[in-house]
T-cell receptor, first 115, second 112 residues
Framework: DTGVSQNPRHKITKRGQNVTFRCDPI?????LYWYRQTLGQGPEFLTY????????KSRLLSDRFSAERPKGSFSTLEIQRTEQGDSAMYLC?????????????FGPGTRLLVL | GEDVEQSLFLSVREGDSSVINCTYT??????LYWYKQEPGAGLQLLTY?????DMKQDQRLTVLLNKKDKHLSLRIADTQTGDSAIYFC????????????FGTGTRLTVIP
């Protein structure tokens, strides 16, 4: 399977704990995005990388969130001191830019529940 | 930012056509997308349309774009029970991070 993969698929944690999610994009895709989706809503943009550079962060991304893409391949999203409001589906997407065309392919998501 | 709106629910009978509508506000949109999400799953790209096109057909899917009214629709011909899912319209926000702005999604229920 050469699609976008995410691990873990589900995570249950207690408030105050740290969690880390991983995303493996489609190989050779230069852009990688993180989105958050809460129940009944569409995904909302959090941050994106072009190769290893983090180029944009949404105001939704508080100081407790950090993302990395150290070698321009896989990415991690860490949430420190989790809060109940962090419960959501975290989606990763990747794309290969070609001129102005941008087609993002999504992974299956990591569903986080903070108790 | 950008605002993308969709109606929340649509029910159709198996075999009928479904039409899911979307409106957006960004007049500089170049690409608009339709994604499908089944319960507990990620988003599956269905199709996209470039803004200089009025229509795009891909097997059972037809996308219509009215750029003047900023209205996008997805028609699914011969709707099947396997088409039951949430459908998201998304606009590529090129003036920002090249991220997608999504609507709230339309839950399509296909009645056998």
């Amino acid at each position: 399977d050469t699609g976008v993969s995410q691990n873990p698929r589900h995570k249950i944690t207690k408030r105050g704990q740290n969690v880390t999610f991983r995303c493996d994009p489609i190989s050779e895709h230069n852009r990688l995005y993180w989105y958050r989706q809460t129940l009944g809503q569409g995904p909302e943009f959090l941050t994106y990388f072009q190769n290893e550079a983090q180029l944009e962060k949404s105001r939704l991304l508080s100081d407790r969130f950090s993302a990395e893409r150290p070698k321009g391949s896989f990415s991690t999203l860490e949430i420190q001191r989790t809060e109940q409001g962090d419960s959501a589906m975290y989606l990763c997407a990747s794309s290969l830019t070609s001129g102005r065309k941008e087609t993002q392919y999504f992974g299956p998501g990591t569903r986080l529940l903070v108790l | 930012g950008e605002d993308v709106e969709q109606s929340l629910f649509l029910s159709v009978r198996e075999g009928d056509s479904s039409v899911i509508n979307c409106t957006y506000t960004d007049s500089s949109s170049t690409y608009l997308y339709w994604y499908k999400q089944e319960p507990g799953a990620g988003l599956q790209l269905l199709t996209y349309i470039f803004s200089n096109m009025d229509m795009k057909q891909d097997q059972r899917l037809t996308v219509l774009l009215n750029k003047k009214d900023k209205h996008l629709s997805l028609r699914i011909a011969d709707t099947q029970t396997g088409d039951s899912a949430i459908y998201f319209c998304a606009d590529l926000w090129e003036t920002g991070a090249n991220n997608l702005f999504f609507g709230t999604g339309t839950r399509l229920t296909v009645i056998p």
